[in-house]
């Protein structure tokens, strides 16, 4: 019954639509009516900029960090902390306050993965193949689940738990399946793409 009440604590914690509130209170305005009509940080950033956007990316980030942290103070399981872990993402991706039409877990993602990890190992491994595939190719949502796959792959060959093995491919799923429309294909920067074509691999 413990984990049942964390779990369902957790994923309202992730399902509170900060971005959106911030935009009521502050800009007066729905930040879905710009960009990709995505009620995350990103169209947070481009209704009110960077102090919003931040703001927004903050909260989004703490309220998947918090409930991960406290409970793995606590004496559970790892299959029952792995389910509170993943509960703020799905929170935010599928929020009731959205009719289930919630954000991309991006800030969330980070959030529940440096509470289980801080800055260190699989964090950094996510963050810097995500930076590397920003500097590479343009398509943000490539960007965003080479670095999930990263993790992936440093977790499964560092021989972690199964349960976390599972919580990242949960992560990944769920963040591929808000990505999906955006997933279009690799187009290689133009300084790369110059590279490749002048290099003797190719």
């Not at 102090?51 to 559970?76: C, E, M, N, Q, T």
Request: charged share 15%; glycine share 8%; net charge positive.
């Amino acid at each position: 019954m413990r984990v049942l009440l964390l779990v369902f604590l957790s994923f309202l914690s992730g399902a509170v639509p900060y971005s959106l509130i911030l935009g009521k209170l502050f800009l007066q305005e729905d930040i879905r009516a710009y960009g990709d009509g995505n009620p995350g940080g990103a169209n947070a950033w481009r209704a009110g900029g960077p102090v919003i956007g931040l703001a927004a990316i903050i909260l989004d980030f703490l309220k998947a960090f918090f409930p991960v942290y406290l409970s793995s103070s606590l004496d559970l399981s790892k299959n029952s902390l792995m389910a509170v872990a993943i509960a703020p993402v799905a929170g935010h991706a599928f929020s009731p306050f959205l009719r289930f039409q919630g954000g991309k877990a991006v800030a969330s993602t980070y959030g529940i993965w440096f509470a289980l990890f801080g800055l260190t190992d699989g964090v950094l491994v996510m963050a810097v193949a995500s930076a590397f595939a920003v500097l590479v190719q343009t398509v943000d949502a490539w960007s965003v689940l080479m670095g999930l796959g990263a993790l992936l792959a440093y977790l499964s060959l560092n021989d972690a738990e199964t349960s976390l093995q599972l919580l990242c491919l949960m992560n990944l799923s769920i963040v591929a399946y808000k990505h999906r429309k955006d997933l279009k294909p690799l187009k290689l920067r133009p300084v790369w793409a110059t590279v490749i074509r002048g290099s003797k691999w190719i």
